[in-house]
């Protein structure tokens, strides 16, 4: 079991920005796909972005392509999710998660599905204003 802890979450004006980080313990977080969720009050978890092991993939939903970027540093064992332009119905609780073993033709299909991944953060609050 690897353990996740989001940061970076707070409130923002709509049109600003945040940087969610998630630091993970394993010490094969390289080997590690990774994703963002986020879940709205009264909404289902709903997938954000994914990255491949090596960072050479990058996987976004339609409502965040263009405004946000997954990016990770597998020496500092954190994945970031780069929010820009954001918008009201960007607010959610924000998740990562990790896949322990992705299979190396991991696309899009795969890694939107919440339920492949194996451990997920607790999640940090993102909060936008009119």
């Known amino acids: 079991q690897v353990q996740l802890v989001e940061s970076g979450g707070g409130l923002v004006q709509a049109g600003g920005s945040l940087r969610l980080s998630c630091a993970a313990s394993?010490?094969?977080?390289?080997?590690?796909?990774m994703g963002w969720f986020r879940q709205a009050p009264g909404k289902e978890r709903e997938f954000v972005a994914a990255?491949?092991?090596?960072?050479?993939?990058?996987y976004y939903a339609d409502s965040v392509k263009g405004r946000f970027t997954i990016s990770r540093d597998n020496a500092k064992n954190t994945v970031y999710l780069q929010m820009n332009s954001l918008k009201p119905e960007d607010t959610a609780v924000y998740y990562c998660?990790?896949?322990?073993?992705?299979?190396?033709?991991?696309?899009?299909?795969?890694?939107?599905?919440?339920?492949?991944?194996?451990?997920w953060g607790q999640g940090t609050q993102v909060t936008i204003s009119s």
């Open positions: 998660a990790a896949d322990y073993r992705p299979p190396d033709y991991s696309g899009y299909y795969y890694y939107s599905r919440g339920s492949e991944y194996d451990d």
């Open positions: 394993g010490r094969t977080f390289s080997t590690y796909g």
């Open positions: 990255i491949s092991r090596s960072g050479g993939r990058l």
